[in-house]
């Protein structure tokens, strides 16, 4: 399991049935419909992009947002429209601030409603995101990994992988999941 599956994971929690019952309702403020990695070929022409060929189709750019959402009416009797949103969730691995702004800026062809969920610890860059008209979410979790050679499980907070405390080495280690997750909107 990556970093990013243990996120989403704890975002959505699904119950059995695939309902959310996690914090993303809290981030949308509404019942939804979400469906993950939703795949968008665009085959507008956009001068200075380059082009690939898809299926006899000229296709300039694709895009895939970590999880798109329809809302819901509350309540479901109302006549309220129902409303697209689409969240991009960045990890602490590698994270790269230019390249997730020219990401989620692709994404208003799909919806002018875009957020982003971003590590606590890169809290510096929440005003530019605020900037280009995004809402910012921020990110805190604890690691839970487990040692592939005792089976020990080691909790910490950060994106390295840890020495195994009952082994007492830096044995192979796997995400098994993740602790005291919390999501806060940038204010």
């Keep these: 399991m990556k970093i ?13 049935s695939g309902k959310p019952t996690g914090d993303i309702l809290k981030i949308v ?6 469906h993950l990695e939703e795949y968008y070929p665009l085959k507008e022409s956009i001068k200075g992009l380059s082009t690939v060929s898809y299926a006899g189709e000229t296709i300039i750019q694709e895009m ?8 819901l009416p509350l309540p479901v009797t109302a006549r309220y429209p129902m409303k697209k949103i689409v969240i991009e969730l960045e990890t602490d ?71 195994c405390m ?7 280690n796997r995400l098994i999941g993740l602790k005291d997750t919390k999501f806060e909107e940038f204010s």
Aim: glycine share 2%; hydrophobic share 35%; proline share 8%.
């Design 4 to 16: 990013h599956d243990a996120l989403i994971y704890e975002l959505i929690k699904p119950d059995k």
């Design 29 to 34: 403020e509404s019942e939804i419909i979400y």
């Design 64 to 71: 895939t947002p970590d999880i798109e959402i329809t809302t």
């Design 93 to 163: 691995v590698d994270f790269d601030f230019g390249a997730s702004l020219r990401q989620i800026k692709k994404y208003r062809n799909i919806t002018p409603d875009v957020r982003v969920i971003i590590p606590k610890e890169y809290e510096m860059f929440a005003p530019f995101y605020v900037n280009e008209g995004f809402r910012v979410w921020f990110w805190e979790a604890t690691r839970k990994w487990q040692c592939l050679r005792c089976k020990n499980i080691t909790e910490i907070e950060g994106p390295f992988t840890p020495k």
């Design 166 to 172: 009952k082994c007492k080495t830096y044995s192979p």
